[in-house]
């Protein structure tokens, strides 16, 4: 990828660790990288992941949304192996403090490509019970939007990182 691949005009952000090797790879790739969907599309790539795939493919929850999906939304991005990233900063913010309360994590700027697959949803409607999961998730694929929405949105493809020659991107220190 370079900066001439066609970029659409909206910013998102994202949350990630300081720890995260997005942060070496996006510098190695000079501002690149690319959702674990998509790139496990590749040959000998189907198994390629992250901590919260692993945990998606064994969560009940996780599972129902997928098979909604499969079954009605096939066309959006799937949650597994997507890179998730927010509409605003002040969504990425909010999620920063309620998601993750005491937890040091780094708000990005990012920008997709027109051929990144997005679905913008209402994470809300993974608040409710299990008996209301499968109406929940149809919402969800629906885009449905709730009275206090969260909007996240689901990633598959390519995504660029416009601050990526500064810090913290940059090759991984062990020790920091």
Not at 21 to 46: E, I, P
Not at 111 to 136: G, M
Request: glycine fraction near 6%.
């Amino acid at each position: 990828m370079t900066a001439s691949t066609s970029l659409k005009p909206e910013t998102y952000w994202h949350l990630t660790d300081r720890s995260a090797f997005l942060l070496n790879n996006v510098h190695l790739g000079k501002g690149w990288t690319a959702s674990h969907s998509f790139t496990a599309r590749f040959d000998g790539l189907a198994e390629i992941g992250t901590p919260y795939a692993f945990h998606a493919s064994r969560d009940d929850k996780e599972q129902q949304w997928e098979s909604v999906r499969n079954e009605r939304f096939s066309h959006l991005p799937s949650r597994q192996k997507a890179l998730f990233l927010f509409t605003s900063k002040d969504d990425g913010e909010r999620a920063m403090e309620e998601w993750f309360p005491g937890c040091e994590k780094l708000l990005l700027e990012a920008r997709i490509t027109s051929a990144t697959a997005v679905h913008v949803a209402d994470a809300r409607h993974l608040e409710t019970t299990q008996p209301l999961w499968p109406e929940a998730a149809l919402l969800y694929w629906e885009g449905i939007l709730t009275p206090d929405p969260r909007l996240e949105v689901v990633v598959d493809g390519p995504i660029y990182f416009p601050n990526w020659q500064h810090p913290p991107f940059g090759l991984l220190s062990l020790g920091e």
